[in-house]
């Protein structure tokens, strides 16, 4: 099992920059991707970002690409997402998730292949 506890959410004008951060503990030595995902109110949850196991390769969404960056520190076993130039269509709770069987590239913007799920930490920005 891996639990992942995010954090970093919170209040922001448009414009403005946020880090979030996700902890991971339990079998974080099999862990995998590692990608983020948000869910507006009333929407669908998305796909955000990817980070290889080794933090090699990254994939973003087109929606932030540009505007944010995914990393990974695997000694504190922790990912992170700094989102910059944040618009008010960037509100949403931010999940981390996490899997540790192989993802094929075609699916890991789906929901379906994670294993693992945060708890979601709040993301707003107001205009």
């Known amino acids: 099992q891996v639990q992942l506890v995010e954090s970093g959410g919170g209040l922001v004008q448009a414009g403005g920059s946020l880090r979030l951060s996700c902890a991971a503990s339990?079998?974080?030595?099999?862990?995998?991707?590692m990608t983020w995902f948000r869910q507006a109110p009333g929407k669908e949850r998305e796909f955000v970002a990817a980070v290889s196991a080794s933090g090699g390769s990254t994939w973003y969404a087109d929606s932030v690409k540009g505007r944010s960056t995914i990393s990974r520190d695997n000694a504190k076993n922790t990912v992170y997402l700094q989102m910059n130039s944040l618009k008010p269509e960037d509100t949403a709770v931010y999940y981390c998730?996490?899997?540790?069987?192989?993802?094929?590239?075609?699916?890991?913007?789906?929901?379906?292949?994670?294993?693992?799920w945060g708890q979601g930490t709040q993301v707003t920005v107001s205009s």
């Open positions: 339990g079998r974080t030595f099999s862990v995998t991707i």
């Open positions: 998730a996490a899997t540790n069987r192989p993802i094929a590239i075609v699916r890991l913007r789906t929901t379906t292949p994670y294993d693992y």
